[in-house]
C-alpha cells in the first residue's frame, strides 16, 4: 500500500494530474452509491454509472446533466491539491 500511496503522491505533482480525495469529516455526499463517468462523444454528454446492482449507460441529457451536478457538488467537498498530497503522503507514512 505505501508504494501505491507513494507513486499517486508523485503523479499528482504532474501538471496533467487531478487527485481528488474527500475527507472522511464530509460525511454523505452524491457519489458514495457507486463510480460513475461522464463523457462528450459527437458533441453529446453520456455517462455510465454503477450501483450495487450493476452498472448502467446515461443517455438521457437530463440525467446526464443530474451525474454532472454530482461530479460539481463532490468536487465541491475534496481538499485542495496541495492537502490532498500531504494527506497522501502522510498516510504512506503510516504504511510499513
Do not use: C
Request: aromatic letters at 6%; a negative charge.
Amino acid at each position: 500500500m505505501r508504494e501505491q500511496l507513494n507513486a499517486l503522491a508523485v503523479a499528482a505533482t504532474r501538471p496533467n494530474v487531478i487527485i481528488h480525495v474527500v475527507p472522511t469529516v464530509t460525511g454523505a455526499y452524491p457519489g458514495l452509491d457507486g463510480p460513475f463517468a461522464i463523457a462528450t462523444v459527437e458533441a453529446r454528454g453520456i455517462g455510465y454509472a454503477e450501483g450495487r446492482l450493476g452498472g448502467r449507460v446515461v443517455e438521457s441529457p437530463d440525467d446526464v446533466a443530474e451525474l454532472d451536478r454530482d461530479w460539481e457538488s463532490i468536487r465541491a467537498h475534496t481538499l485542495a491539491s496541495r492537502q490532498t498530497r500531504e494527506l497522501i503522503v502522510r498516510m504512506a507514512e503510516k504504511w510499513t
